[in-house]
Structures are given as C-alpha cells and as structure tokens.
C-alpha cells in the first residue's frame, strides 16, 4: 500500500501564510505527477496545483496568483506553499499522485486529508 503522508495544515488569519508538505514512497513518488486537491463542506473536491516530476506545473485560477507547488525528488515530496490566505481558502487539503502520460498502468493515491482553516 502506497502511503501519502500529510502535514502543515492549521488556523491561520486572513492574509497569512502556511506551508503544506506531503511524501510519498520514492519509486511512486520518482514518476507521478503529484497534487493538491480541497473540498470544502458541502463542496465538491477540486484540483489547486499539479507538478510533474519534470517540474511543469499547473493551477486552478482562483489561486494561481497565491499559491507555489513545487516537489523535492530528493526528499520524496511535494509542497504547497499558501500565501494571502482567504476565508474561502478554508478545506480539508489532499495530496495525491497520479500516474504520467507515458506509464501505461492507472493508478491514483491519496493522503488522508490536512485541515486549513482561514478566520478572524
């Protein structure tokens, strides 16, 4: 079982900043194409930021201007870092590879989730 370990997640005022971490297995994490995905309450999961292991890198347009993906092969992870935090921001964040274009086996893993919470 792969296992995708989460952490930094906590509560944070508006306008704040946070730093979420996420490692993988390393023949896995070498490969995948690694993200971050949230949902809300009563929200569907939608997709923040993506990384290859190249390092091209993708992000939903309400954060693209806020918020950083990158990875560290070397350390078999991928981080997030968050910067002017809104209220909206607030959601359980989760990790998760995925196989690259070129691997002809599907797979798909995730984190158990971290909770960022943005209030006054």
């Known amino acids: 079982q792969v296992q995708l370990v989460e952490s930094g997640g906590g509560l944070v005022q508006p306008g704040g900043s946070l730093r979420l971490s996420c490692t993988a297995s390393?023949?896995?994490?070498?490969?995948?194409?690694m993200g971050w995905y949230r949902q809300a309450p009563g929200k569907q999961r939608e997709l923040v930021a993506t990384i290859t292991s190249s390092g091209t890198s993708n992000y939903a347009d309400s954060i693209k201007d806020r918020f950083t993906i990158s990875r560290d092969n070397a350390k078999n992870t991928v981080y997030l870092q968050m910067n002017g935090l809104k209220p909206e921001d607030t959601a359980v964040y989760y990790c998760?590879?995925?196989?690259?274009?070129?691997?002809?086996?599907?797979?798909?893993?995730w984190g158990q989730g971290t909770q960022v919470t943005v209030s006054s």
């Open positions: 998760n590879a995925k196989e690259p274009s070129f691997v002809q086996r599907r797979y798909e893993f």
């Open positions: 390393a023949r896995i994490f070498s490969i995948s194409v």
